[in-house]
T-cell receptor, first 113, second 112 residues
Framework: DAGVTQSPTHLIKTRGQQVTLRCSPKSGHDTVSWYQQALGQGPQFIFQYYEEEERQRGNFPDRFSGHQFPNYSSELNVNALLLGDSALYLC????????????FGQGTRLTVV | AQSVSQHNHHVILSEAASLELGCNYS??????LFWYVQYPGQHLQLLLK??????LVKGIKGFEAEFIKSKFSFNLRKPSVQWSDTAEYFCAVNGGYQKVTFGTGTKLQVIP
């Protein structure tokens, strides 16, 4: 049973560029959440997708957007990258929108130079 | 808004020492509480969780945590740590619909 998978594992982008990160949830899970974990910090909630719609959003600017596909996989897009966007981006999936037990992927390490 | 505070940022213990990591949360309603662990080079893993019922919950690898509602606390404990417990530990709270708020984490270093 595959857990949560994220791609790519590492990414280097230039300031001002755009980036797309991908996530496949654990089998049987239909809800995906994205988190940003800056160095030395705990994960910060970006947003959650359920039934292909953004359901909740944390305190992140509109440069951060996402998408969920019919197979429950998800993408996180960040436009106009800033140096401060450098972080580990984590995807978590849950069995449904009510279940609170999240399973995390290994993350994508984004470095903006 | 919900928030989580972890008081210890870096803890160093010798093997066989007892461990207690503090966690306090702020939220006005019913919460679900979690401790996650991140071993070096690995992804976040659920250590234990509290949803309701017995406030003393037991997790994997001999860890336990006690929910004290009056103190808004959910401290993590282990009677005797091992070198393999070296990791970063995150307390987290979920006040509804899976918006999970994490603390800043505690790095535990266990010295053989």
């Amino acid at each position: 049973d595959a857990g949560v998978t994220q791609s790519p594992t590492h990414l280097i982008k230039t300031r001002g560029q755009q980036v797309t990160l991908r996530c496949s949830p654990k089998s049987g899970h239909d809800t995906v959440s994205w988190y940003q974990q800056a160095l030395g910090q705990g994960p910060q909630f970006i947003f959650q997708y359920y039934e292909e719609e953004e359901r909740q959003r944390g305190n992140f600017p509109d440069r951060f957007s996402g998408h969920q596909f019919p197979n429950y996989s998800s993408e996180l897009n960040v436009n106009a990258l800033l140096l401060g966007d450098s972080a580990l981006y984590l995807c978590a999936s849950t069995r449904d929108r009510v279940s609170a037990e999240a399973f995390f992927g290994q993350g994508t390490r984004l470095t903006v130079v | 808004a919900q928030s989580v505070s972890q008081h210890n940022h870096h803890v160093i213990l010798s093997e066989a020492a007892s461990l207690e990591l503090g966690c306090n949360y702020s939220y006005g309603g019913t919460v679900n509480l979690f401790w996650y662990v991140q071993y070096p080079g690995q992804h976040l893993q659920l250590l234990l969780k509290y949803f309701s019922g017995d406030p003393l919950v037991k997790g994997i690898k001999g860890f336990e945590a006690e929910f004290i509602k009056s103190k808004f606390s959910f401290n993590l404990r282990k009677p005797s740590v091992q070198w393999s417990d070296t990791a970063e530990y995150f307390c987290a709270v979920n006040g509804g619909y899976q918006k999970v708020t994490f603390g800043t984490g505690t790095k535990l270093q266990v010295i053989p």
